[in-house]
């Protein structure tokens, strides 16, 4: 079975450009999270989709968006890209949209901002 | 807001030798407790996962962890740790019944000397 997909795998942008971020979760998964790991840190939560719906926002500014399709995969979109930014994206798909169970992780998008 | 620290940064240990990783916790409610491994190139894992009952959790590749509520500490360990454990482990802390918003520490890099 296929785990959690994200594309691209490394993308390079300059600042102020915006940053389109795709994750597939595992057939069945219904529940999508997006993390950031800046280098030397662990993940930080920034959004959670379930049922096609925001469940959960982090801590991020308004620059950050994501959606979920009725297929259950999910873009994360981040406008006015800041150096900042730059840092591994990691999509996690979940059976669930509540606590218990087990987040499954892709490999993530590795985004550098020049 | 929740936090979860995770006091070393780096480990380097021999092989067959024990390891102890320490975690603790910000949050004083009914928590939800993991641990997850990221080995060299490869994608965030779950190692193992604390609900309820026992609270020594038994996960894969014979590593085991305690949750001692008192002490608001989740602490991994491994009685002989091998070459392939080298890999960077991640705390991890939701609140039970919330939605799926894992708060990660830092990260411990283990590496382990053949």
């Known amino acids: 079975d296929a785990g959690v997909t994200q594309s691209p795998t490394h993308l390079i942008k300059t600042r102020g450009q915006q940053v389109t971020l795709r994750c597939s979760p595992i057939s069945g998964h219904k529940s999508v999270s997006w993390y950031q790991q800046v280098l030397g840190q662990g993940p930080q939560f920034i959004f959670q989709y379930y049922e096609k719906e925001e469940r959960g926002r982090g801590n991020f500014p308004d620059r950050f968006s994501a959606r979920q399709f009725p297929n259950y995969s999910s873009e994360l979109n981040v406008n006015a890209l800041l150096l900042g930014d730059s840092a591994l994206y990691l999509c996690a798909s979940s059976l669930s949209g509540w606590s218990t169970g087990e987040l499954f992780f892709g490999e993530g998008s590795r985004l550098t901002v020049l | 807001a929740q936090s979860v620290s995770q006091h070393n940064h780096h480990v380097i240990l021999s092989e067959a030798a024990s390891l102890e990783l320490g975690c603790n916790y910000s949050?004083?409610?009914?928590?939800?407790l993991f641990w997850y491994v990221q080995y060299p190139g490869q994608h965030l894992q779950l190692l193992l996962k604390?609900?309820?009952?026992?609270?020594l959790v038994k996960g894969i590749k014979g590593f085991e962890a305690e949750f001692i509520k008192s002490k608001f500490s989740f602490n991994l360990r491994k009685p002989s740790v091998q070459w392939s454990d080298t890999a960077e482990y991640f705390c991890a802390v939701i609140r039970s019944g919330s939605a799926r918003q894992l708060t990660f520490g830092s990260g411990t890099q283990l590496t382990v000397l053949p």
């Open positions: 604390y609900f309820s009952g026992d609270p």
């Open positions: 949050y004083g409610g009914t928590v939800n």
